[in-house]
């Protein structure tokens, strides 16, 4: 018997509730904001902008937010944040190659942040 599995597509968020660049926790309201959005799928229509190193899609403005959802406008120096990515990412591909050493999981060190 040969049964055709139809491939699933997951689409994930990823939420802010904590600190940004100023040194300030994100807002109970603009959370709630940001995730109302989610639920709704009012964020599948925002325009999008990708997130270096990180390939993420950060929508330019929903529910009336827009600095905040970029997390590179929250720093005042754009090389901080630019400095600070590289480190978070190279962090990130050092522990992804942990778990490289058997042939199917080599793939996940493409998935990994890009330098």
């Known amino acids: 018997m040969v049964e055709r599995v139809r491939a699933a597509v997951s689409q994930a968020y990823l939420v802010n509730t904590g600190w940004n660049g100023t040194g300030n926790r994100i807002s109970i309201r603009a959370t709630r904001n940001i995730i109302n959005a989610i639920l709704n799928g009012s964020i599948d229509e925002a325009e999008t902008e990708q997130l270096p190193c990180f390939d993420l899609a950060v929508p330019l403005s929903i529910a009336g937010i827009t600095a905040l959802l970029d ?45």
């Open 71 to 115: 997390p590179r406008k929250s720093f005042d120096e754009p090389a901080e944040w630019d400095s600070r990515a590289r480190n978070l990412a190279n962090l990130f591909s050092l522990n992804f190659e942990k778990f490289t050493d058997a042939p199917s999981a080599a793939s996940l060190v493409s998935a990994s942040p890009q330098l």
